[in-house]
């Protein structure tokens, strides 16, 4: 079988290019360079980008009404809106208490049902300490709003997705110490995980778990940062594909297009190396992997029971 080749979207020369969500109505992909501090879009229509500026790292996205952004930041939950003139609307929704300084918010995403779930991390990699938790941001229709902590003894928590049904969350932590994905059962009604078991173990494998997404058959594409590849692993944890970019460090993928049938993967480029081998390091790929992905739900700020 051939498998499908990866594309340059954009030579975007990344430092760590994250968190990309696809945007039906725009028809466009956001998402986050972390540490140049911006929320990106490339659009499909035009292949151009946009950039705006944060005062502070922003490390995950999920859609809200009205074109804005709720995002995980270093401090804390914010709320972005992209204007027009290139200014960045930044307003906070909530402040979070790292567990010791030098920590930020890193993988995130919206569940089935609408809640904003994003885990921390401490933003030394070489530290092996295990403070990064995994919280729950909701808010009322009159805007208050609070941070739930869900899970915590993670190092670098990442992979964050949802099945299909809303029912399995799926979870990794990329350090090198851990390199685990786990699957929890989750309860749509009141966004709690239990019953938390591992899914894969990818310490044999080529790659530490980073950013996820979930197909429309419920297969789990993980990316395999230091080997260039995206995982698919069936729902029992059966890999059954792995697909090459030209990088090293592929960050996140994220399903896109006018029929959600473009594997959209973001990737970082490594500061003060010989990126020789790998020019395009930072880089915006696109693969076509034959299956379609799930539209990124909407913050809802009633999430309903179901």
């Not at 500026?53 to 809200?64: F, G, H, R, T």
């Not at 390199?179 to 078991?197: C, E, H, K, M, V």
């Amino acid at each position: 079988m051939t498998l499908p080749k990866a594309e340059l979207v954009l030579d975007a020369r990344n430092a760590v290019g994250e968190s990309p969500v696809w945007s039906p109505a725009e028809q466009a992909l956001y998402w986050v360079d972390i540490p140049a501090r911006t929320l990106n879009r490339w659009t499909l229509a035009t292949q151009g980008l946009s950039t705006w500026q944060a005062p502070e790292m922003l490390a995950c996205v999920a859609p809200m009404a009205g074109g804005h952004w709720i995002v995980g930041a270093e401090s804390g939950i914010f709320e972005l809106t992209p204007q027009a003139d290139g200014q960045l609307g930044f307003e906070r929704l909530a402040t979070v208490s790292h567990a010791s300084e030098g920590m930020r918010f890193n993988d995130g995403r919206c569940d089935r049902q609408g809640r904003f779930l994003a885990g921390t991390m401490l933003m030394d990699m070489a530290s092996s300490q295990g403070e990064g938790c995994v919280y729950s941001y909701q808010s009322s229709s009159n805007g208050a709003g609070q941070l739930v902590k869900l899970l915590d003894g993670f190092k670098t928590p990442n992979g964050m997705a949802f099945s299909p049904d809303g029912r399995t969350l799926y979870l990794s932590d990329s350090h090198p110490t851990v390199q685990l994905i786990w699957a929890f059962d989750y309860d749509p009604a009141t966004g709690t995980p239990s019953n938390r078991r591992v899914f894969v173990d990818m310490t044999p494998l080529p790659g530490r778990p980073d950013g996820a997404a979930v197909d429309a058959d419920g297969c789990y594409w993980i990316c395999g940062n230091d080997a260039g590849l995206v995982h698919r692993f069936t729902p029992d944890g059966k890999l059954d594909q792995s697909l090459a970019v030209p990088v090293k460090k592929p960050a996140m993928c994220s399903f896109g297009g006018r029929n959600l049938d473009t594997l959209f993967v973001t990737s970082i480029r490594p500061q003060g190396v010989d990126l020789s081998d790998q020019p395009l390091a930072g880089g915006l790929f696109a693969l076509h992997p034959g299956v379609c992905g799930l539209p990124e739900p909407m913050f809802s700020p009633v999430p309903v029971s179901r």
